[in-house]
Nanobody, 125 residues
Framework: VQLQASGGGLVQPGGSLRLSCAAS????????VAWFRQAPGTEREFVAG????????YYADSVKGRFTLSRDNAKNTVYLQLNNLKPEDTAVYYC???????????????????WGQGTQVTVSS
């Protein structure tokens, strides 16, 4: 599956963005999907992940209540809604996918086979 992330940009603190991850080549509903982010000089960090069924989504504590992962199976696209953004949310955001992931491994970036190219989110006044 090929993943194309978009929607990043420059936003002021407290603002919002919606990131999109469009898939091609395979039906994304048959994959576990997640978002990771990486700020300069840091390791890739789990942000949110969603089981194939889409019924349960897991979030990093740092984004819980502010970010929402959703799927649109008709468009073969996954979204990450970012609200109440903070400067510490500044990073390159990646969408990732894999056919199956053990729940205990969901937050490990090396677990995923497919990565989008990343989209830059900058939160600054």
């Amino acid at each position: 599956v090929q993943l194309q992330a978009s929607g990043g940009g420059l936003v002021q603190p407290g603002g919002s963005l919606r990131l999109s991850c469009a898939a091609s080549g395979r039906t994304l509903s048959t994959y576990v999907v997640a978002w990771f982010r990486q700020a300069p000089g840091t390791e890739r960090e789990f942000v949110a992940g969603n089981r194939r069924s889409g019924d349960i989504t897991y979030y990093a504590d740092s984004v819980k209540g502010r970010f929402t992962l959703s799927r649109d199976n008709a468009k073969n696209t996954v979204y990450l809604q970012l609200n109440n953004l903070k400067p510490e949310d500044t990073a390159v955001y990646y969408c990732v996918a894999k056919r199956t992931v053990i729940l205990s491994q969901l937050r490990r970036p090396d677990e995923y086979d497919y990565w989008g190219q990343g989209t830059q989110v900058t939160v600054s006044s």
